[in-house]
């Protein structure tokens, strides 16, 4: 008998031993950014995956059943908010049939709450415009110094779900904004130097990069955004680059990334492919290292 009671505390002991005492949480997302940040927070306990892809471009995911089965038994979803997918992410929640992460409900969390948001339409917003945001641009996670708002934004929707490892998101939260503030401390005496340098975009998905590192933004390779560009714009553009000694030109991978490079060639500039999103170039994988490279490629450029 004492045997047999012996083998089963040993059983017990065992299973206990290989069984979590939570199950990890599910964590999918509508950009790669919010799922890296997302991962360094939850740390051991989140499994976290973005829907979009960093070298696609976010307005325009093809809402595949693919994407709604990733997403069918996920605990979390965190939207980029202010309609950046809004072109697919209405389709996709619902289609997952999981209605723990639809708008509205405990897994769903908004990174965008808090933020303050730059280039908001003042009038009525309509297709004449072009692919303008009704909202505001959507674009912050591109701004290093809003880390802090996102990764509280996104622990508290991850507490909700696991409140018995907040303590444990906070510390990872922590960690990483310890290590950022490093990084942030060296990005800024980088650019420091080049403080008022104007630059040209393809499209105007860099405005809070540029706020922070206190550049110019000086026009934009678009007739409007989402619109090519007319040949006439294009001259204007080549030849406004000229007179004002614009070096830079900044593209995303999905822009015609040709277009740029021949607008740069002719105006005496330099087009440069930024890591728009974690995983959008090669070595951007994760977010310390897409800022990191946008750094570096962007202060040799206008150096």
Partial sequence: MKSLIRCTLILMLGLLATTPALADLKVATSLTDLASVAQLVGGKHVTAQSLC??????????????????????????????????????????GSRNPKIQPGAKGFVDASEGVNVLEKPTGKVDASMGDVHPLGNPHFSLDPGLAPLITQTILDGLARLAP??????????HDFLSRLDGEMSRWTKTMEPLKGAKVVVFHPDF???????????????????????????????????????IKVILVEPWNDVKLAQRIAEEAGAKAIVFASAVGAVKGADNYIAAIDYNIKTLAEALR
């Fill in 53 to 94: 892809r960093g070298y696609e471009d976010p307005h325009f995911v093809p809402a595949k059943p693919s994407l709604m089965k990733a997403i069918q038994h996920a605990d979390v979803f965190v939207s980029t908010g202010l309609e950046l997918d809004a072109g697919w992410l209405p389709l996709v929640l619902p």
């Fill in 164 to 173: 018995d490892h907040r303590a444990a998101f906070e510390r990872n939260r």
């Fill in 207 to 245: 405005i809070y990069f540029v706020h922070r590192f206190e550049l110019v933004q000086a026009g934009t390779v678009e007739d409007k955004p989402g619109i090519p560009p007319s040949p006439q714009h294009v001259v204007r553009l080549i030849r406004q680059i000229k007179e004002e000694k």
